[in-house]
């Protein structure tokens, strides 16, 4: 019987009262943060010392033991679990979902077009390895958790998926990224527009420098065409080749309709109004660019992560 383990990390919700109704789950409070730490980090790294505790293991025990990563409030179907067991058993190393987003709010539809260009970053699908990962579910054995260096190994890193899937590849295991289709879903950002902006001000910066350059090159000039493909639409209106800038525009929009269709359950008309979308994502990326390469400095969840700072060795406690 699986072992679940959720790390309260001094929420201000009732995440914690709600866990330790369910019977058979194990709840612990997350201890003070030590310097050098993010908080996600902090909080899997000490959720795998619990399920040891709880399994009663000595160091060098359980090398196979599957550890499975997930955030909070991530949505599961009753066989998710077997589905994202029984990919990373044929796959090893770093198995990574990108969970469905499952927006409520009008404002989260803005979310639709950061979706799309995170999944074309890591390179999801392709033959060879991605180049990144996606947080919020992931999944491997504790022997290759421990081979790369644990979270102990990132734990200075704001995007802490995109540095541990780097740590995978650097100790030559395979990092596997699939959707979350019907499977595994998520709402993203639901505590209003400031949060979605913060959220993805602290990702996509950083996701873009992990990148690799002929992705990052064909993945700008993708939201490139977009964009020009919006200003033609300005053009059909004011009378400049209508019917030619008209059906670019509408073919853009078809292309996103399926590409959002994959990894969201977004309204009909978010593809439709994408430059709203585009306009977003070049407002949050201009942020991004400055918050890490300026200021050195990104904001979540109300704490202050500074980018200059040193972390500790890995193997200090």
């Known amino acids: ?15 914690a009262t709600l866990a330790a109704s369910v019977g058979g789950v194990v709840v612990m409070a997350a201890p003070n943060m030590p310097e050098g730490w993010t908080g996600k980090s902090w909080a899997c790294w000490n959720g795998v010392a619990a399920a040891q505790r709880h399994l009663g293991m000595v160091p060098g025990q359980g090398g196979d033991l599957l550890l499975v990563f997930i955030d909070a409030d991530v949505r599961l179907r009753p066989w998710a679990l077997d589905a994202v067991a ?3 058993h044929v796959h090893g190393g770093l198995m990574s979902v990108q969970p469905r987003h499952l927006p409520i709010r009008p404002y989260e539809q803005l979310s639709a077009l950061f979706n799309v260009i995170a999944v074309m970053g890591v390179g999801a699908g392709h033959s060879r390895l991605p180049s990144g990962a996606f947080g919020p579910v992931l999944a491997t054995t504790l022997d290759h958790y421990q081979r790369v260096g ?5 734990r200075g890193e704001v995007a802490e998926d995109l540095a541990l899937a780097r740590r995978y590849r650097m100790a030559g295991l395979p990092v596997t990224i699939r959707l979350g289709e019907d499977l595994i879903g998520f709402r993203m950002y639901p505590k209003g527009l400031r949060s979605l902006l913060e959220g993805w001000t602290k990702n996509f910066c950083t996701g873009a420098m992990s990148a690799r350059v002929s992705t990052l090159a064909a993945t700008a000039l993708w939201v490139a065409a977009l964009g020009s493909a919006a200003l033609g639409l300005v053009d059909a209106v004011a009378g400049t080749t209508p019917v030619l800038n008209l059906g670019i525009y509408l073919a853009f929009v078809g292309q996103l309709a399926v ?59």
Do not use: K, N
């Open 86 to 88: 029984s990919a990373q």
């Open 259 to 317: 590409m959002l269709r994959r990894v969201g359950r977004f309204g009909w008309w978010t593809p439709l109004l994408y430059p709203v979308g585009l306009a977003t994502f070049f407002g949050v990326f201009a942020r991004s660019t400055w918050r890490t390469l300026g200021r050195r400095s990104a904001t979540w969840s109300g704490r202050t992560i500074d980018l200059t700072r040193s972390p500790a060795p890995v193997d200090a406690e």
């Open 150 to 154: 644990e979270h102990r190994s990132v």
């Open 1 to 15: 019987r699986p072992v679940i383990v959720v790390v309260d990390d001094h929420s201000s919700d009732e995440t």
